[in-house]
T-cell receptor, first 113, second 115 residues
Framework: DTAVSQTPKYLVTQMGNDKSIKCEQN?????MYWYKQDSKKFLKIMFS???????INETVPNRFSPKSPDKAHLNLHINSLELGDSAVYFC????????????FGPGTRLTVT | AQKVTQAQTEISVVEKEDVTLDCVYE???????LFWYKQPPSGELVFLIR??????QNEISGRYSWNFQKSTSSFNFTITASQVVDSAVYFC????????????FGAGTILRVKS
């Protein structure tokens, strides 16, 4: 019954590795997002997809690449991980790309050593 | 430019006290939306309320109430008779219609409710 789910919940990896975080929503929403929450709890949007089309792309290093195979999924792939990538990554979804409330997944805590 | 300021970094109260969390926003858009989210110690983000710029009516939901005042660009959140389960980080957020559904969050206010 989980509305927005993310896997894995925890991810510990070494610098230089490539990793992916998966997100799925069963709310029937057509817009999905990735947010990053840093160690000070500050939340910032990274990407947004509407119907598999990229509509928001904040100033994020090219090492981060979102992929949306369908409306219900938005995955985040990160290349050449750096220490500064350590954070909690939240996936979210909403009814549309106009201003609707967003429902968040449980978060993925990424630790880069 | 969009900006949300939550000046209270941390608030501690004793159970049953009322507490107000402040939120001040900046926007040049005439159409915008304000949100509050709760992040309990378990880490998930829980949607609490959405308000659009044309609706200044205050809202009450159980022990929660919100006061939206355009004149002071504020959207404050009050918890009446606080409970230990209210302990969490509370985020205020803003979205301008021009930028679609891009949420800009404040820094959050940590609320600690002691029994």
């Amino acid at each position: 019954d989980t509305a927005v789910s993310q896997t894995p919940k925890y991810l510990v990896t070494q610098m230089g590795n490539d990793k992916s975080i998966k997100c799925e929503q069963n709310l029937g929403h057509d817009t999905m997002y990735w947010y990053k929450q840093d160690s000070k709890k500050f939340l910032k949007i990274m990407f947004s997809y509407n119907n598999k089309e990229l509509i928001i792309n904040e100033t994020v290093p090219n090492r981060f690449s979102p992929k949306s195979p369908d409306k219900a999924h938005l995955n985040l792939h990160i290349n050449s991980l750096e220490l500064g990538d350590s954070a909690v990554y939240f996936c979210a979804s909403s009814q549309g790309f106009r201003v609707y409330e967003q429902y968040f997944g449980p978060g993925t805590r990424l630790t880069v050593t | 430019a969009q900006k949300v300021t939550q000046a209270q970094t941390e608030i501690s109260v004793v159970e049953k006290e009322d507490v107000t969390l402040d939120c001040v926003y900046e926007t040049r858009d005439t159409t915008y939306y304000l949100f509050w989210y709760k992040q309990p110690p378990s880490g998930e983000l829980v949607f609490l309320i959405r308000r659009n710029s044309f609706d200044e009516q205050n809202e009450i939901s159980g022990r929660y109430s919100w006061n939206f005042q355009k004149s002071t660009s504020s959207f404050n959140f009050t918890i009446t008779a606080s409970q230990v389960v209210d302990s969490a980080v509370y985020f205020c957020a803003l979205s301008e219609a021009e930028y679609g559904n891009k949420l800009v969050f404040g820094a959050g206010t940590i609320l600690r409710v002691k029994s």
